[in-house]
């Protein structure tokens, strides 16, 4: 079974606390993206990869970075966590750009008090 | 600035009943549509795919149309379980493979 992997679960953390995401895909795939889903606002693109050590911005990257020095790791920073950055946070990857499906873990609750 | 509208936002339906799920998108050059199901607390998980020149596909009790001229699509759900309780999200690829996700429907089914 193909599996991506996320680190926490579910996590609570303080402002300004350094917040690390990790997630990882057994799979091969050169695509790794993350996501945060909220209520009535569906997915959104924080940041995603094509390739190791290259990262591009997507839609809402403003509080967040990411590192990839492996294929199949690719993890999500929040420097300095805030209230607002609560919030369900969605690792994926694929193998083909933009047409390809899709491959979700399980997903990381992060609330910041 | 690509969009993609599902109803309705929820619902709720009897076990053994169907329903359909509609999605909207304005999202041009098309490349494809996908319906994701997600259990509460799970990642999504691909249903199906539909390209621009399908106009129907099953996947189990699932059934996805495509309309590409309105474009619109449905997901029809047939001899509801309780197992179907989950949201549903659309997402379109444009060809860019830029993709732009729905809000999602949730789906309640009841015994």
């Known amino acids: 079974d193909v599996k991506v992997t996320q680190s926490s679960r579910y996590l609570v953390k303080r402002t300004g606390e350094k917040v690390f995401l990790e997630c990882v895909q057994d799979?091969?795939?050169?695509?790794m993206f993350w996501y945060r889903q909220d209520p009535g606002l569906g997915l959104r693109l924080i940041y995603f990869?094509?390739?190791?050590?290259?990262?591009e911005k997507g839609d809402i990257p403003e509080g967040y970075s990411v590192s990839r020095e492996k294929k199949e790791r690719f993890s999500l920073i929040l420097e300095s966590a805030s209230t607002n950055q609560t919030s369900m946070y969605l690792c994926?990857?694929?193998?083909?750009?933009?047409?390809?499906?899709?491959?979700f873990g399980e997903g990381s609750r992060l609330t910041v008090l | 600035k690509n969009q993609v509208e599902q109803s309705p936002q929820s619902l709720i339906i009897l076990e053994g009943k169907n329903c359909t799920l509609q999605?909207?998108?304005?999202?041009?050059?098309?490349?494809?549509l996908r319906w994701y199901k997600q259990d509460t607390g799970r990642g999504p998980v691909s249903l199906t795919i539909?390209?621009?020149?399908?106009n129907t596909k099953s996947n189990r009790r699932y059934t996805a149309t495509l309309d590409a001229d309105t474009k619109q699509s449905s997901l029809h759900i047939t001899a509801s379980q309780l197992s179907d309780s989950a949201s549903y999200i659309c997402?379109?690829?444009?060809?860019?493979?830029?993709?732009?996700f729905g809000a999602g429907t949730t789906v309640t089914v009841r015994a």
């Open positions: 994926a990857s694929n193998g083909e750009a933009g047409a390809g499906e899709l491959f």
């Open positions: 799979m091969d795939h050169e695509n």
């Open positions: 990869s094509y390739d190791v050590k290259m990262k």
């Open positions: 999605c909207n998108y304005t999202v041009s050059p098309f490349s494809n």
């Open positions: 539909m390209t621009f020149s399908e």
């Open positions: 997402v379109v690829s444009g060809n860019d493979y830029k993709l732009s």
